[in-house]
């Protein structure tokens, strides 16, 4: 069963607008840990935004906040005032603490910044 | 301070031949990782170690094997290269527990 769904093939948006990228995943474990990944077409793998279960508050991190439904088990992202260098593959990963330290990832949104 | 490394870059296999994928990391992390990213898909997790000593499969652990060898690297092998196993292969490693990775520049691996 897909844990992870990013129902967005492919995104775009015009520069210094916000984006938003869709992300839900499943799991039936209390206790786990949902990631956002960049990967521009160099291909290198870019950490972006942590959220923990336990988490009260939304993460944060620069122009990067992640929307955390967790009854409707959706960890989105948000990407304010849209760069050109935004332009990249980005991953939703997901990692159950019951699991040990096997992570998931969905099959990723590829965006693309409009001058 | 390198991160983490991969080596090689690149490689092409004949069908049937072994190779190792060395990965080493210098940030003193506890848990290293594998992955294979296919066209299309997402990292996939074949095999990670939590730590020194300790490997466990992930979700596509056939037709590779894994060998934590000190705290800093931890290699890949394929004994006998499958044109399925043709992939970009993925290294990472993290503090426990892993609230961020850290990922190498990969390897792409062509099995003709």
């Known amino acids: 069963a897909q844990k992870i769904t990013q129902t967005q093939p492919g995104m775009f948006v015009q520069e210094k607008e916000a984006v938003t990228l869709d992300c839900t995943y499943d799991t039936s474990d209390p206790s786990y840990g949902l990631f956002w990944y960049k990967q521009p077409s160099s291909g290198e793998m870019i950490f972006l935004i942590y959220q923990g279960s336990y988490d009260q508050q939304n993460a944060t991190e620069g122009r990067y906040s992640l929307n955390f439904q967790k009854a409707r088990k959706s960890a989105n992202l948000v990407i304010s005032a849209s760069q050109l260098g935004d332009s990249a593959m980005y991953f939703c990963a997901m990692r159950e603490d019951n699991y040990g330290q096997n992570f998931v990832f969905g099959p990723g949104t590829r965006l693309s910044v409009l001058p | 301070n390198a991160g983490v490394t991969q080596t090689p870059k690149f490689q092409v296999l004949k069908t049937g031949q072994s190779m190792t994928l060395q990965c080493a990391q210098d940030?003193?992390?506890?848990?290293m990782y594998w992955y294979r990213q296919d066209p299309g898909m997402g990292l996939r997790l074949i095999y990670y170690?939590?730590?020194?000593?300790?490997?466990d499969k992930g979700e596509v652990p056939n037709g590779y094997n894994v060998s934590r060898l000190n705290k800093r690297e931890f290699s890949l092998r394929l004994e006998s290269a499958a044109p399925s196993q043709t992939s970009v292969y993925f290294c990472?490693?993290?503090?426990?527990?892993?609230?961020?990775?850290?990922f190498g520049p990969g390897t792409r691996l062509t099995v003709l």
């Open positions: 990472a490693s993290s503090e426990n527990p892993p609230n961020e990775q850290f």
């Open positions: 170690s939590a730590s020194e000593g300790t490997t």
């Open positions: 940030m003193n992390h506890n848990s």
